[in-house]
């Protein structure tokens, strides 16, 4: 499984100031997103809470991808009651989604 996430940037940005890691302005935050460091801490973290609460291994993310494009009605990724459209999030995201899977071919993809 793999899985997109949204970080909240106050806390990330904090994390990112304890681990001497600069972040200056929206540029900053978003190659703070794509660094190694910053994924495998995010990483971790999900690993951790999710045997903390006994998921199944099927059910922990083995890859991830962090964007600062939130999930909305307005983007289309979520309905007006805020359920995942999971195929306008397929789209958003299918180069991300893509990579994640090493380049496999995706379901429904031709």
Do not use: C
Request: hydrophobic share 40%.
């Amino acid at each position: 499984m793999v899985a997109i996430i949204v970080p909240d940037r106050p806390i990330l940005e904090k994390w990112a100031a304890e681990n001497q890691i600069p972040v200056e302005g929206d540029s900053g935050y978003l190659e703070l997103l794509k660094d190694p460091r910053t994924i495998k801490a995010v990483q971790d973290e999900i690993v951790s809470k999710s045997r903390e609460a006994k998921f199944f291994g099927f059910e922990i993310p083995q890859k991830i991808h962090l964007t600062a494009t939130n999930f909305t009605a307005e983007n289309d990724i979520l309905t007006p009651t805020f359920k995942l459209k999971r195929n306008e999030a397929k789209k958003a995201f299918f180069k991300e989604i893509k990579d994640m899977y090493g380049g496999a071919k995706l379901q429904g993809e031709e």
